[in-house]
């Protein structure tokens, strides 16, 4: 397994994580670390594994060996601060923007100035002040998700989970968003695992990326992509980052 030179102190561990769902086996002893205020792109074809890997991080499945570490205890979500982002919106659509993006820090009962200073902060990264008013169900389905993705970020998240979370979006839309998750990975300096299929979208966000093979999933390669943000797709170093998972994605 590639190590690379990161000095930042370690996020997650996986240690032999393997899943099995009966007779099924779909993770196969994978080992990784992720650092923290990384950001990393978990790549693989469809249906290799991704979720589940997801699933077990944040026990909705249990490891059927081996485990996961969170700051080098065994993953917890009643202990660990952890948010997620999936494909479909999940916005409350009985609550205006600025109320959703409020929703998780008045649960965890915040002192109001610091829900508005957190609130205000989001709504300016994410440009959604003129809208702060205004209930998800008058936006557009770019604009919900981005109040999804402004209210993860509200929660000062150790660790923000990506599912696909543009796999609904046109191109245009998707590198628009990918930009703002960027910026706001950047100014909040949260630890960020985004999975995701599309190769391209990895190569524009990831800091580095781990490709998993097919079923029953192991490790491929990690991968360093080592260009400035914000990235051009046109680049020929790009492209050749692309070209490369790709390669590794269709010849397992
Ligand atoms: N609860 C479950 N019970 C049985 N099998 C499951 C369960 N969850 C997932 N699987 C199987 O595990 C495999 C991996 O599924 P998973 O959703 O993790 O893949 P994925 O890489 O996220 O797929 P996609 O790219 O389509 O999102 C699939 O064969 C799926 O049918």
Not at 136 to 151: D, K, Y
Request: proline share 6%; glycine share 6%; net charge negative.
């Amino acid at each position: 397994m590639a190590e690379f030179e990161d000095n930042r102190p370690l996020k997650v561990e996986v240690k032999g994580l393997t899943k099995r769902f009966g007779d099924l086996l779909v993770l196969d002893d994978l080992n990784f670390n992720i650092r923290k205020g990384e950001f990393v792109c978990v790549v693989g074809p469809t249906g290799c594994g991704k979720t589940t890997f997801l699933n077990c991080l944040t026990r909705i499945h249990m490891p059927s060996e081996g485990d996961l570490y969170i700051d080098g205890v065994p993953a917890d979500p009643r202990k660990h601060n952890i948010s997620f982002v999936f494909q479909e919106p999940s916005s409350l659509p009985w609550m205006t923007v600025e109320d959703n993006i409020a929703y998780g820090l008045k649960i965890k009962k915040l002192p109001q100035a610091e829900i508005d200073r957190r609130v205000n902060r989001i709504l300016d990264l994410m440009g959604l002040q003129e809208v702060r008013k205004v209930y998800p169900g008058e936006l557009s389905v770019s604009a919900e998700q981005r109040v999804i993705i402004g209210r993860s970020f509200a929660m000062e998240p150790d660790l923000l989970l990506m599912d696909e979370p543009y796999g609904q979006m046109d191109v245009k839309v998707r590198f628009y968003l990918e930009d703002e998750v960027i910026r706001l990975w950047r100014e909040l300096g949260s630890t960020v695992v985004f999975i995701t299929h599309n190769i391209e979208e990895a190569v524009y966000v990831a800091e580095r990326v781990i490709i998993l093979s097919n079923k029953p999933a192991h490790i491929k390669e990690e991968l360093k992509i080592d260009l400035p943000h914000p990235r051009n797709i046109a680049d020929p170093k790009f492209i050749e980052y692309r070209n490369y998972i790709t390669d590794k994605i269709k010849w397992w």
